[in-house]
């Protein structure tokens, strides 16, 4: 829902992630079908939009009760925690782990 800024007192008007995208950054997204990225600050953007630094690294904990589904093709147990499936996808080899998300992006589209 998005706010008319030059007119506050105007009601919201409902717009898509790609229009919005287009309209304000005239970015056309190619992905628009994959999930969006929550920051913490209650942010939501498109993954293509979205960049890792190099050698950024993950400061938090994970939620070690948290069921794992997305196993791709790791042969990760479907219950294990966060942190356990995070280090088994990061050494993942280039090709396996390249193959796992064409395989997942190829489910997305429906």
């Known amino acids: 829902m998005l706010k008319d800024k030059k007119r506050p007192d105007a009601p919201r008007v ?7 995208f287009k309209r304000q950054y005239n970015i056309d ?5 994959l ?16 960049h890792i630094l ?4 993950y400061k938090f904990k994970t939620d070690p009760e948290q ?9 990760v147990p479907l ?6 499936a995070m280090i088994k996808f990061a050494v993942t080899r280039p090709p ?5 998300v064409q395989d997942g992006v190829r489910m997305l589209k429906v």
């Open 54 to 57: 190099e050698n950024q690294t």
């Open 79 to 84: 219950i294990v925690s966060q942190t356990a």
């Open 35 to 50: 999930p969006l990225v929550k920051t913490e600050k209650d942010g939501t953007f498109p993954m293509e939009v979205c």
């Open 29 to 33: 997204l190619e992905f628009w079908y």
């Open 14 to 20: 409902e717009t898509s992630v790609y229009d919005y």
């Open 67 to 75: 069921v794992s589904l997305m196993s791709f093709s790791l042969e």
């Open 96 to 100: 396996q782990r390249i193959q796992s």
